[in-house]
């Protein structure tokens, strides 16, 4: 399911809260904050077959009531083992300009490389802004030095500078 709105207190009580009335369960979530809008993906499970069609009423409801721009439940298949995991870290730094991610995401993917998580930001101060980006990546069949000569390359065209490194385990 996904959710979309101007942020406010209470829209992930008031979503999981809709979830929860149908006994569901979020079984894995990724929610972030940009410009004051909210945007939610979750991948519930709901015990009861056809169930989405009652938990998209009530989350129409709960949209409603939060003046959210959209939600929507959809079914997926069980991507299980095929899910991709990430492996490495990358991060970019550089002055800001237009062209930076299409020319990373670019080189990681002509060798293969799944982008699994993207958080980019502008830091510092309206005279020197710079731009940082930090990617999650599955190598998948690519190496480690594979990824470093395409960031090389890509950061000596862009004027960034660029780094990979292995992904530390989780400790959740």
């Known amino acids: 399911m996904t959710a979309i709105g101007r942020d406010r207190p209470g ?12 006994e569901g369960n979020i079984e894995d979530s990724q929610m972030a904050i940009l410009g004051g809008h909210f945007a939610v993906t979750l ?13 998209q009423g009530r989350l129409d ?9 959209a939600i929507a439940v959809n079914a997926i298949e069980d991507l299980g083992a095929r899910a991709p995991r ?4 990358i991060s970019v730094y550089g002055a800001d300009h ?3 991610v299409h020319a990373v995401a670019t080189a990681l993917a002509d060798r293969g490389i799944n982008i699994i ?8 101060n309206q005279d020197s ?11 998948a069949d ?14 000596s065209e862009a004027g960034v500078e660029a780094s990979v490194r292995p992904l530390e385990a989780e400790a959740l």
């Open 129 to 139: 802004r710079i731009y940082v980006m930090t990617m999650e990546v599955s190598l």
């Open 142 to 155: 690519a190496t480690e030095d594979e990824a470093k000569a395409a960031l090389a390359e890509v950061a």
């Open 117 to 124: 998580g993207l958080e980019t930001r502008l830091a510092g």
């Open 86 to 89: 990430p492996s490495h870290v």
């Open 43 to 55: 991948i519930v499970s709901i015990p009861a077959p056809g169930d989405e069609h009652v938990l």
């Open 61 to 69: 409801l709960v949209g409603g009531e939060l003046g959210l721009d």
């Open 11 to 22: 829209i992930v009580a008031a979503i999981s809260g809709a979830l929860l009335e149908l």
């Open 98 to 100: 237009p062209g930076i």
